[in-house]
Nanobody, 121 residues
């Protein structure tokens, strides 16, 4: 059973930084993409950043330059470094991984449980 567990959320003042982590556990054969999404209060879930196994990264236009996605393949972990945080960055942040638990498995998107990030003075 694959599980994604996020950590690193919390309360931060405007202009501050946070680093989120998401670790995958269980049987994992291959990971295709890793990503971060967020859901602000009263809004739909939106893309933050993704990383593809070929090395490509993709960011929401409004977040380029402030957020950075990175990963540790040996530990099946993805990170999101968030700098110069603004109140509008307040949201529940979710990690996702498109992976195959076994060679015979189909690709499937797994989600973490979400971690709250609140930017407020």
């Amino acid at each position: 059973q694959v599980q994604l567990v996020e950590s690193g959320g919390g309360l931060v003042q405007p202009g501050g930084s946070l680093k989120l982590s998401c670790a995958a556990s269980g049987t994992i054969f291959s990971i295709n993409t890793m990503g971060w999404y967020r859901q602000p209060p009263g809004k739909q879930r939106e893309l933050v950043a993704t990383w593809h196994r070929l090395g490509n990264t993709n960011y929401a236009d409004s977040l380029k330059g402030r957020f950075t996605i990175s990963r540790n393949n040996t530990e099946n972990t993805v990170y999101l470094q968030m700098n110069s945080l603004k109140p509008e960055d307040t949201a529940v942040y979710y990690c996702s991984m498109d992976l195959r638990p076994r060679p015979s498995s189909i690709w499937y998107r797994y989600w973490g449980q979400g971690t709250q990030v609140t930017v407020s003075s």
